[in-house]
């Protein structure tokens, strides 16, 4: 596997440019909420097109060479920048270059190792953990079942389905974390707020060869203009009769 851009998302090349405001908002139209099963269809079918447009080619953002640093490092995202968690990596990739270096390491040394990520004795003993059950069931080989990969300490549904996403390329479910939580609900795409439920809303009506790229899709967007607090929606291309966000600013 090629060392490269892992989890969340990230562009490998620069989103397309969002259209001005004069030409992204068909302002002189009112939200349209769909109201027949083909309409629905048509909508989600217009966002999948213009979050394509918007971000052609997201991957995830940790960086890793291999399924197991993958699981490692999701891990460590926990609460926790992309961007922390790739500075304290190589070093502890450097430290424990296997799973057996990892199963066998002592959980105060490694939470030392990753302290800087926050909730180090947990993320510790998680990741310790992890490693002894992949060792011990999985003959050292992170499983590429998702019923298998969620008895992995630390590997709870969000971290399985970006590993078995961005890991092994298998659309296992859609990851959803705070991102893709607030911005279903903003396109109205779920009206639930628990992260299994959207997911499983989702997965309904996101066809199954977009699972993976939409996660990183909307993942980027809630780091990008659609943030929690003021969505910057001048800038997004989905700033359309397709999104009728309660809380758009224009
Ligand atoms: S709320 Fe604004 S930024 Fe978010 S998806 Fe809708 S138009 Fe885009």
Redesign the pocket.
Known sequence: MKKTAAVTSEPHKSPAKAPTARTAVSSAKPPVKPKTAAERQARITAILKILDQMYPDVTCALNHSNAWELLVATILSAQCTDKRVNEVTPGLFRKYPTIRDFASASQDEMAQDIRSTGFFNNKAKSVIGAARKILSDFGGEVPQDIDKLLTVPGAARKTANVVLGSGFGIASGIVVDTHVQR?AN??DLTKEADPKKIEQDLMKIIPKDKWILFSHQIIH?GRG??VARK???R??N??TTL?Y?K????
């Open positions: 911005i903003r396109l967007l203009p659609c969505p910057k929606c800038e997004c989905l700033n999104c966000a809380d758009k600013t224009v």
